[in-house]
């Protein structure tokens, strides 16, 4: 019985690809690397060197100067207050219109992708969405921030074709049963669509975290601003000590700028990176899932 790997050629093709991907993985990594070298190097070592991997000399004044008050922390709880309860948001609208949109018996059905698709093309703007919001009142809430974005058609569109590829004898079976459609999409049409939930949910919590621009719109209250916000003044105010300057060390030392900037990507990633491994093993099959057909 003939192997994979039958003959020369094809060990030696299969030896150069692993090798290509080997080694575009760790020039896609070098970069984080640096940074996080940089984060612990001293001012003086950023001028003189433009790349390295190991600083000389190890200085944690870039992370004294960001933890130097309890505003990061309160900040980050934030980040991940709006991340969770987004991210649930998203996906509660996400799957209910989708599994509703992928139903033949649907009146008005192709009218209602019409509609989703040209969300995709045109956009009223910056101005009428921050009106929208001031109209609804949800200026300084998080519900600013987390419901105008509530469902991304593109995603609605990808989750929508997955759930129109499962067997429909599944959704007969159970309504046989007497399960109506809330039933069937709870104990059906969920299960088999962990994969699917588990990748966009990971991009919707992702845009969550990284969410900038619409914080920096509608909180005008400081002390509701998320991560992103507050790593952003740390950055502006770049000499100055977050909180009052009269909890700080005496004996602190001002960090450079450039440091500061690459620990505060640092600080800013690595929360979020951490989720990476946990749904990692539904990713790469969640992408493609709805992608086949349309």
């Not at 934030?78 to 139903?103: E, H, P, Q």
């Amino acid at each position: 019985m003939s192997t994979k790997h039958d003959t020369l050629g094809e060990r030696i093709f299969d030896g150069a690809n692993y090798l290509f991907l080997a080694l575009f993985a760790l020039i896609t990594a070098l970069p984080f690397v640096y940074i996080i070298a940089g984060s612990f190097a001293t001012e003086a070592e950023l001028a003189e060197r433009s790349f390295f991997l190991i600083p000389r000399h190890f200085s944690n004044n870039a992370y004294q100067y960001i933890f130097s008050s309890d505003t990061i922390f309160r900040s980050m709880g934030i980040s991940i207050f709006i991340t969770v309860v987004g991210t649930m948001t998203n996906l509660a609208f996400t799957l209910t219109m989708a599994y509703a949109l992928s139903r033949k018996e649907l009146m008005g059905r192709n009218l209602f992708m019409n509609m989703i698709i040209f969300s995709m093309l045109f956009s009223g703007g910056m101005i009428p969405a921050y009106l929208v919001v001031k109209e609804l009142g949800l200026i300084n809430s998080y519900g600013a921030v987390i419901l105008p974005g509530a469902i991304s058609a593109f995603n609605l569109i990808v989750i929508r074709n997955f759930f129109q590829q499962l067997p429909a004898g599944l959704e007969e079976s159970a309504r046989i049963d007497g399960c109506t459609d809330l039933g069937v999409l709870w104990r059906i049409v969920l299960p088999l669509s962990k994969p699917v939930i588990a990748t966009f949910g990971l991009f919707y919590a992702v845009g969550h975290w990284n969410n900038f621009f619409s914080s920096l719109l509608y909180l005008n209250d400081h002390t509701k601003w998320p991560l992103q916000v507050m790593l952003r003044e740390i950055v502006m105010l770049s000499q100055l000590a977050v909180g009052d300057l009269s909890t700080m060390d005496p004996n602190f030392v001002t960090p450079p700028d450039q440091a500061v900037k690459m620990a505060v990507i640092v600080v800013g990633t690595l929360p979020i990176l951490f989720v990476y491994p946990f749904l990692q093993k539904h990713f790469a099959k969640g992408v493609l899932l709805g992608s086949i057909k349309g």
